[in-house]
């Protein structure tokens, strides 16, 4: 079962920053915190993982709360080529990694 | 080059009968994995095996049955097909660290 809490939906104007909050309150201290997105019809996509600081990278944000219990996905500036499944997922590293996906929220960027 | 490639992208065939799906990644990653998103878009792990040792299996029947001759390699042989294993099967690779990379999928139908 996934242990992440995420809404259902959300949309965005391109060009606007899309922010996905997630909440995982029963996150262990050896768990990161994982993002994917599945655009429509092909594999999923890993985007960015954190442990605990604030992660970036070309894709997006990461923004962890300081008690781990929440984080938000950033996209700074929305395409509508981003318009996908956006998955929050905690998970160990290595070979204690079982990635489980949740129902995910769906992003939709509207031009 | 294609970091994780699945063979076929789609298969069509009959209730009853038996087949395979291939899976390579040359991403040199140690630890392979099945997935299967059914038509309500779930995304459940199937297998996965970690330098051709089979570390993950779920519950999935006995008719599925994981084989990796080497560590690039992990095809997926399916006996006796029924209408219900009408999916997109997903074939992922993961290394120490980072996100897992997926394949495109094959698309598989029963009928």
């Known amino acids: 079962d996934a242990k992440t809490t995420q809404p259902t939906s959300m949309d965005c104007a391109e060009g606007r920053a899309a922010n996905l909050p997630c909440n995982h309150s029963?996150?262990?201290?050896?768990?990161?915190v994982y993002w994917y997105r599945q655009i429509h019809s092909q594999g999923p996509q890993y985007i960015i993982h954190g442990l605990k600081n604030n992660e970036t990278n070309e894709m997006a944000s990461l923004i962890i709360t300081e008690d781990r219990k929440s984080s938000t996905l950033i996209l700074p500036h929305a395409t509508l080529r981003d318009t996908a499944v956006y998955y929050c997922i905690v998970d160990y590293t290595g070979a204690n990694s079982k990635l489980t996906f949740g129902k995910g929220i769906t992003l939709s960027v509207r031009p | 080059d294609t970091a994780v490639s699945q063979t076929p992208k789609y298969l069509v065939t009959q209730m009853g009968n038996d087949k395979s799906i291939k899976c390579e990644q040359n991403?040199?990653?140690?630890?392979m994995y099945w997935y299967k998103q059914d038509s309500k878009k779930f995304l459940k792990i199937m297998f996965s095996y970690n330098n051709k040792e089979l570390i993950i299996n779920e519950t999935v029947p006995n008719r599925f049955s994981p084989k990796s001759p080497d560590k690039a390699h992990l095809n997926l042989h399916i006996n006796s097909l029924e209408l219900g294993d009408s999916a997109v099967y997903f074939c992922?690779?993961?290394?120490?660290?980072?996100?897992?990379?997926f394949g495109s999928g094959t698309r598989l139908t029963v009928v």
């Open positions: 991403l040199g990653h140690d630890t």
């Open positions: 029963t996150i262990s201290g050896n768990e990161y």
């Open positions: 992922a690779s993961s290394g120490a660290f980072y996100g897992y990379t």
